[in-house]
């Protein structure tokens, strides 16, 4: 059983350009969640995708879009990027949108804004 | 304020020493309760779940107050590999279920 992996790892960006963070989440799940961790901080939930649509959405501003597609992977867009989203983005995918459902983190993508 | 309130430490222990962290939550609607642990630039894992009656896994017991809307984890006998970031979370489903996590307390066990 694969766990849920992110790509890339690291990566740098400048003010201004867009980002697209990918996630393959376990097999099995059909539910992903996004969220990011800025620096000493706990992750904060960017939202939640199932069954290809979006299903609720955290204090996130709009240039923060995501997709999901048929084989349950999801797709994090930041456009316009800011200096403060410099942060961990993390995608946890989990069977279901129960809250009986356990989530499982992927390791990770560690976006620096300069 | 913040859902989610935890003393960010760093609690400094010798190997061996118990050591508590709490944490305080403000929505009396939170579902389910977890204490999660991070390692320094690593994903967050599930370290227990959270339960009324208090529940016990090795060395760890966690506990709810529902009433003082307060959890707490306590970690005996610690172990150099404790040495990570200890996360509060509560959960909240409204359309989705998402998980509300503190800023963490940072253990640093020492031999």
């Known amino acids: 059983e694969t766990g849920v992996t992110q790509s890339p790892t690291h990566l740098i960006k400048t003010r201004g350009q867009q980002v697209t963070l990918r996630c393959s989440s376990q097999?099995?799940?059909?539910?992903v969640s996004w969220y990011q961790q800025a620096l000493g901080q706990g992750p904060q939930f960017i939202f939640q995708?199932?069954?290809?649509?979006?299903?609720g959405r955290g204090n996130f501003p709009p240039r923060f879009s995501g997709l999901q597609f048929p084989n349950y992977s999801s797709e994090l867009n930041v456009n316009a990027l800011e200096l403060d989203d410099s942060a961990l983005y993390l995608c946890?995918?989990?069977?279901?949108?129960?809250?009986?459902?356990?989530?499982?983190f992927g390791a990770g993508s560690r976006l620096t804004v300069l | 304020r913040k859902e989610v309130e935890q003393d960010p430490g760093p609690f400094n222990v010798p190997e061996g020493a118990t050591v508590a962290f709490n944490c305080t939550y403000s929505?009396?609607?939170?579902?389910?309760f977890f204490w999660y642990r991070q390692d320094c630039r690593k994903e967050p894992k599930l370290l227990m779940s959270?339960?009324?009656s208090g529940n016990e896994d090795g060395r760890f017991t966690a506990q709810l107050n529902r009433a003082s809307q307060y959890i707490s984890l306590l970690i005996r006998d610690s172990k150099l590999s404790d040495s990570a970031t200890y996360l509060c979370?509560?959960?909240?489903?409204?359309?989705?279920?998402?998980?509300?996590f503190g800023s963490g307390t940072r253990l640093l066990v020492r031999p």
């Open positions: 946890a995918s989990s069977a279901g949108v129960s809250g009986a459902n356990v989530l499982t």
């Open positions: 097999s099995g799940h059909n539910t």
């Open positions: 995708y199932y069954r290809e649509e979006e299903n």
């Open positions: 929505n009396s609607a939170s579902q389910s």
């Open positions: 959270v339960y009324s």
């Open positions: 979370v509560v959960t909240k489903m409204d359309s989705s279920y998402k998980l509300i």
